[in-house]
């Protein structure tokens, strides 16, 4: 089962735009959490927030939870070049397995 | 440094010809897993274990096995490889469990295994 679904599958923006990717999921959750992932490589862990959280800030990184949409939404300020990568969302779904969305690809243009 | 390898990093193999892929972490943790990616479908869990001699089935465990002999190590098995195998492949660990709900969740990756079966 596919818990996490990103939104959009693919976006391109240009540098210093803000970027908004989007993430739905179908049970009840601890924490979700965000990872980037350049191509063909080990994804990287970005920001995780608890279900008790609304919103959590790192760096030009802001991740929203919205327990009663099942949603989530991590917006990238000021977006640079090297931000382009794939993005995937992750949840558990109350038990011991993590679940991973399909991932944004993101592409950040010079 | 604190990281996760695996190995072998790239393999092409036949069907039906037994392959193992080895995974290994060097920080003590808990949780680790395995995921398989392929276009479209994002990260799919295969096996999961949460300590030593404890494992469990993500969402995609047919034709795979897993072993936790030691805490470092979590081993995937392919006893018969098929060519709907052919993927990118995770190792991930953590220090605790996703139930949890701590910043202890945090998955470590692996540099990934590319796994083409003929």
């Known amino acids: 089962s596919q818990q996490g679904e990103e939104d959009p599958q693919a976006l391109s923006i240009q540098e210093g735009e803000n970027a908004t990717m989007n993430c739905s999921y179908k049970t009840s959750i601890n924490n979700l959490q965000w990872y980037r992932q350049n191509s063909g490589r080990g994804l990287v862990h970005l920001i995780l927030?608890?279900?008790?959280?609304r919103e959590k800030h790192s760096g030009r990184l802001r991740v929203t939870l919205d327990t009663s949409k099942k949603s989530s939404s991590l917006l990238i300020t000021a977006s640079r070049a090297a931000d382009t990568a794939s993005y995937f969302c992750a949840t558990d779904d109350n038990t011991d397995k993590l679940i991973f969305g399909t991932g944004t690809r993101l592409q950040v243009f010079p | 440094e604190a990281q996760v390898t695996q190995n072998p990093r790239y393999l092409i193999t036949v069907t039906g010809k037994k392959l193992t892929v080895t995974c290994s972490q060097n920080?003590?943790?808990?949780?680790m897993s395995w995921y398989r990616q392929d276009p479209g479908l994002g990260l799919r869990q295969i096996y999961y274990?949460?300590?030593?001699?404890?494992?469990d089935k993500g969402d995609v465990p047919e034709g795979y096995k897993v072993s936790r002999k030691e805490k470092r190590n979590f081993p995937l098995i392919l006893e018969s490889p098929s060519p709907n195998q052919t993927s990118l492949y995770f190792c991930?660990?953590?220090?605790?469990?996703?139930?949890?709900?701590?910043?202890?969740?945090?998955?470590?990756f692996g540099p990934g295994t590319r796994l083409t079966v003929l």
């Open positions: 991930a660990s953590s220090l605790s469990y996703p139930r949890l709900g701590g910043s202890t969740d945090t998955q470590y």
């Open positions: 274990s949460m300590n030593v001699e404890v494992t």
């Open positions: 927030i608890r279900s008790n959280e």
């Open positions: 920080m003590n943790h808990e949780y």
